[in-house]
């Protein structure tokens, strides 16, 4: 029986693996591994649940996760490529409480290898790319790393849709190593590649069928709380987002209202100072026009007196010439 389950102090909103939980919680507890690598971290629910199981029960279990962070076709982002912020959101949540016995190495599989020296790894979990030849390469690679007493995750394991190929490698494994399985959250394999099977795992491999089918139903029901709880609290986030949304949607209105009403008063004011010029304009053009008239009436003026002018010289003139004869 499962007893005093840990709760979860994360979760993502990527859930594929939230059903695994409750068990990660368990194998941690019980095989108090020296080593765990995890190939294939992404948003880090998994990582995360080893890394929370490790401080809880005080394991002294060195952690490592290998990503490169960059996304893959598998990694449930809508098959595209994830950005940075993926990352530094996940490395800021592990290093403020794991960094004393954990650490995250943004690099690909087979650049990390030469780092870990043969048979130092107690447990290993492989999440990385999911088709057959992927999954198959990250393990035979790896398999020297484990120690005698290692234990090898995979996840994926009952994913027959697209190019997955997990759930062939491992049938296949299964002919070779002794291992179980779960069949909920897409699947989990639990194989020992060790000489020395701990002795966990293998009280497990040993149940009869009923026995470890009743095994198994109790943590697909923890693991189903979680996912219940996980989809209660995405529920949330969403209705938060929501909420988030309006506030931004109501201070936006808000502020058009004001942009508005000010456009509306600089157009009013625009438009009184336009009515004032067009007055003054008015006044300018009547103004011209006055000045015309007069100008023309000057005019007038001028030619009446000029022809006053030449006719007073002319009668001067005669006047001369009469006084001259």
Known sequence: MIANILEPEFLSDIDSWHGHIPFAFELIKNLKPKRFVELGTHKGDSYL?????????????????????????HAGENDELY????????????????????????????????????????????????T?????????????????????????????????GVWQFWDELLEQYPGFGFSH???????????????????????????FERWVNQFEFYGNSILSHSFKSQIQYYQSLLEQKDGQLKAFSEERDQQLKAFKEERDQQLKELAFAQMIIQRRDKRLADLDAQIEQIG?????????????????????SQFSS
């Open 49 to 73: 649940a080893f890394c929370q199981a490790v401080k809880h029960y005080q394991t002294n279990t060195k952690c490592i996760s290998v990503d490169t962070w960059q996304g893959d076709e």
């Open 185 to 211: 959250s897409y699947g989990l394999g639990v194989l020992a590649v060790g000489k020395e099977i701990p002795d966990w795992i293998g009280a497990i491999c040993s149940l009869d069928q009923p026995t």
């Open 132 to 164: 057959y030849e992927a999954v198959k390469h990250d393990f035979e690679s790896w398999l020297p790393k484990l120690s005698n007493c290692g234990v090898v995750l995979f996840h994926d394991t009952v994913v027959k849709y697209s190019n997955f």
């Open 300 to 320: 007038t003026q001028f030619t009446g007196s000029q022809q006053v002018v030449r006719e007073q010289k002319d009668q001067i003139t005669e006047l001369i």
């Open 83 to 130: 950005g940075e912020d993926i990352y530094q959101t996940l490395a800021t949540y592990h290093d403020e409480r794991y960094q004393s016995f954990s650490s995250l190495q943004k690099m690909k599989f087979d650049e990390a290898l030469p780092t870990f020296a043969n048979g130092s790894i107690d447990l290993l979990h492989i999440d990385g790319l999911h």
